[in-house]
Nanobody, 117 residues
Framework: QVSLVESGGGLVQAGGSLRLSCAASGFTLDYYAIGWFRQAPGKEREGVSC????????WYADSVKGRFTISRDNAKNTVYLEMNSLKPEDTAVYYC??????????WGQGTQVTVSS
């Protein structure tokens, strides 16, 4: 069975850090660009970061640039999102997907990140 599973979310104070993981099962992540997206209550889902399958090039939304770092460990079939200097406006459900846009074939179920002020 093909699936993506996010983990690592939680409650953190502003200025704190979290590391999200996106683990794949039933398929190999190597061949996919992996994107992280988030959706806050009452807002549309937005792209946060993405990492390519080929050369490891990365993209970040302006709102997280300099604070978030995406990386992949193909041996562990996992992609990470290191989030530092978290702000209350980063509060959202975070999803990973097998592409950098909303047309991704596979999506995880999401992990909640809550940043308190």
């Amino acid at each position: 069975q093909v699936s993506l599973v996010e983990s690592g979310g939680g409650l953190v104070q502003a200025g704190g850090s979290l590391r999200l993981s996106c683990a794949a099962s039933g398929f190999t992540l190597d061949y996919y660009a992996i994107g992280w997206f988030r959706q806050a209550p009452g807002k549309e889902r937005e792209g946060v970061s993405c990492i390519s399958s080929s050369d490891g090039s990365t993209w970040y939304a302006d709102s997280v640039k300099g604070r978030f770092t995406i990386s992949r460990d193909n041996a562990k079939n996992t992609v990470y999102l290191e989030m530092n200097s978290l702000k209350p406006e980063d509060t959202a459900v975070y999803y990973c997907a097998t592409d950098c846009d909303y047309e991704a074939e596979y999506w995880g179920q999401g992990t909640q990140v809550t940043v308190s002020s």
